[in-house]
């Protein structure tokens, strides 16, 4: 297969965010220089950082990206008010129970909630909000009896291991008394939280270590 060129790689890019409607294209720009590519402009959340990075990446014959695009609300907003702007969000759609904790612009979800579904939901949520520039999550998933170590290490890595969203490279993952620990390689930002997400949302897991780290392809 012939190896595309600079050229139809940022053609390419540019046409995946102009069909992304999360994407508003006419604030971005992209270099590509040997296959690697560069995003720099504004966008107006982590949500539209995320997904035209997430774009740019899943592009054929980006070998990897280098994201400097800056969130930019409309006017510089205080922690206080984004963290009232995110909790309104989750008690208009039902999760006033899961609590948001700004810092920096920051968010910090805290709480405990029934399933990954609404942990995710939560996420994304927090995400949409003006002026956040990245979610931690500190959800845990309500559980039902312990689980031993072992067991806990192997429901956590089947987690991983069956997300079709994420592509592991030298997944470990230890426990302890409900300490979980997951390390290996992943292409993005976007997966790294993805994996974090998936592997608190097992039962049994009380507390994540998150030793994930981003490995690009070899040129």
């Known amino acids: ?52 990075a997430n774009d740019a990446f899943g592009t054929e014959g980006v070998l990897g990206v280098e994201n400097r695009l800056v969130i930019s609300a409309d006017k510089e907003l205080s922690d206080l008010e ?19 904790r700004v810092e920096a612009g920051n968010v910090f979800l805290q709480g405990v909630v029934e399933s990954l579904a609404i942990g995710r939901q939560a996420v994304q949520l927090a995400e949409s909000v003006k002026g ?39 997944l470990r993952v230890c426990a302890s008394e409900g300490t ?5 390689g992943l292409r993005n930002e976007g997966q790294q939280k993805t994996g ?11 507390k994540l270590q998150n030793c994930t780290e981003i490995r690009r392809a070899a040129a």
Not at 16 to 37: K, M, T
Not at 82 to 100: F, H, T, V
Not at 180 to 184: A, D, N, P, W
Not at 196 to 206: D, F, K, R, Y
Request: overall charge negative; aromatic content about 4%.
């Open 196 to 206: 974090a997400e998936t592997a608190m949302a097992v039962p049994g897991v009380q």
């Open 1 to 52: 297969m012939r190896c595309k060129s600079d050229e139809e790689i940022l053609g390419a890019i540019r046409n995946a965010w102009s069909l992304n409607p999360a994407v508003h294209e006419s604030n971005l720009r992209v270099d590509v220089i040997n296959g690697y590519a560069r995003l720099t402009g504004v966008v107006g959340n982590m949500a539209e950082k995320l997904a035209a």
């Open 180 to 184: 979980v620990e997951i390390s290996g």
């Open 82 to 100: 984004i963290e009232r702007a995110a909790s309104d969000l989750l008690e208009q759609n039902g999760l006033a129970y899961i609590g948001a």
């Open 132 to 170: 956040v520039r990245g979610i931690y999550s500190e959800l845990s998933i309500a559980a039902g009896e312990p689980v031993d170590d072992i067991k806990l290490a192997n429901n956590v890595t089947e987690a991983l291991s069956l997300n079709p969203s994420l592509s592991f490279t030298d």
